[in-house]
């Protein structure tokens, strides 16, 4: 077993499993990327990275400040950086902010470092859950609820595009979507042994 192999491997129900691709979590604010995302990790023994807190942490900076002051563009040349950067270390679970997998070439680095797993949630969950948050800088619109529905149906088409897929309903425990994560990954050999 390679040292990635043998560090990143923990018990799950009893078997073993090891992670040998960084999983990175894509889909819409609200989706669940960072909890289920953190949940994951602690149960796969990996480490959890948030791509929007290494972004916040080397600008010193939250991401609406650094959208309010340097602009869209800028934040997402940032967003790539820090995504190149940590697709380069050793297998862990990434959260991403909404508009990572937008980029083409953000998708082909994940798919080609890592594997992507959107967490698909429909409007009225995603709704439900950003609509109290004052956090999310594309949201600050007269119309909120119409620019969240608008973002959604620009980017499901490319959310569609990453390695798998798993339903984020509204209704599941971060525990039950771990679940679900973990039995989607392992339909890749490549990126999860269980034993």
């Not at 010193?60 to 380069?88: H, K, Q, T, W, Y």
């Not at 969950?125 to 800088?137: A, F, S």
Request: hydrophobic share 45%; proline share 3%.
């Amino acid at each position: 077993m390679s040292k990635i192999e043998h560090n990143s491997a923990k018990t799950i129900d009893g078997g073993a499993a090891a992670l040998h691709k960084t999983v990175v979590m894509v889909g819409m604010m609200g989706a669940g990327k960072t909890a289920v995302g953190r949940a994951l990790a602690q149960r796969l023994g990996v480490p959890f990275l948030d791509s929007d807190a290494e972004i916040e942490s080397a600008a010193n900076m939250s991401i609406p400040e650094i959208f309010e002051r340097d602009g869209e563009a800028f934040f997402r040349d940032r967003e790539s950086r820090v995504i190149a950067r940590l697709l380069e270390g050793a297998p862990c679970v990434l959260s991403t902010g909404g508009g990572a997998f937008l980029a083409e070439a953000n998708r082909r680095m994940i798919s080609e470092h890592g594997v992507s797993v959107w967490l698909k949630a429909d409007l009225t969950v995603l709704w439900n859950r950003v609509r109290h948050k004052d956090t999310r800088p594309l949201l600050r619109t007269a119309d909120p609820r119409a620019t969240l529905r608008a973002l959604y149906e620009a980017r499901v088409p490319l959310y569609s595009e990453a390695d798998l897929c798993v339903i984020s309903d509204g209704e599941t425990s971060i525990e039950q979507m771990v679940d679900r994560v973990i039995a989607a990954l392992a339909t890749r050999k490549d990126v999860l042994e269980l034993s």
